[in-house]
């Protein structure tokens, strides 16, 4: 048998017992499955039986389990399009408006305490790196929502086809939208350091025109 058949088979088998578990003491059966993956990882298995976690799950090997995790997550998302539609917020005022809203207040929370954990960290964690990529990267990683840990929450209490369901997902969707923005400007921003101030200005005015051009001129396609 392939080893990335038992990898999958012991994987599937762990989240679905912890799973059952979780439900059995009033959680979403998602916490179960989040555990099952911790568990299988190299900060439990790896440290508790280090031998049997580099027989199972040597570095080879995990580049077929990655490309299995990367094909369930594309089709997931493609999952998330049929339920985010606005006819199940039709009968809501300004339907259109509550998402950004949850978003934006959403993301300046957290990134604020992101910001505020890295000042306070950055002496300990990340002495040689510099301080306001070290705090924005920080701001971002506490502002970004686990998009499909939230579904897998919204399909487990049925409740998919709700408004109460889309505003989330479309609130979700905003917020990681925002997140790799702000990740793409960190990265042009650090390349400025790393080459000519001209290169980072270009790499900036580069995804600036592309987010324009996704929002102002294909965007609209889709009316057509």
Request: charged share 10%; net charge neutral; aromatic share 10%.
């Amino acid at each position: 048998m392939a080893t990335w058949m038992v990898q999958v088979s012991l994987i599937i088998t762990l989240s679905l017992v912890l799973g059952r578990l979780a439900e059995k003491v009033g959680q979403s059966r998602m916490i179960g499955e989040i555990s099952a993956g911790l568990l299988l990882g190299a900060s439990v298995f790896g440290v508790l039986w280090p031998n049997g976690y580099a027989a199972l799950f040597f570095n080879d090997s995990l580049e077929d389990l990655k490309v299995l995790a990367d094909l369930g997550l594309v089709l997931l998302m493609f999952e998330v399009v049929w339920h985010t539609s606005f006819m199940h917020t039709g009968k809501i005022r300004n339907a259109r408006l509550i998402p950004l809203v949850i978003t934006l207040f959403g993301v300046s929370l957290t990134f604020l305490i992101g910001c505020l954990i890295a000042t306070m960290s950055k002496e300990t964690l990340a002495p040689d790196i510099a301080l306001w990529p070290y705090v924005f990267f920080c701001g971002l990683a506490l502002s970004v929502t686990a998009l499909p840990v939230l579904i897998r929450i919204i399909n487990h209490l049925g409740c998919m086809s709700t408004s109460t369901a889309s505003i989330a997902l479309s609130s979700a969707i905003y917020t990681d939208v925002l997140a790799w923005v702000g990740l793409a400007f960190l990265v042009a921003f650090n390349s400025v350091e790393k080459t000519s101030v001209v290169g980072g200005l270009v790499s900036i005015l580069s995804l600036i025109g592309f987010c324009g051009i996704s929002f102002y001129m294909i965007r609209p396609l889709r009316k057509l």
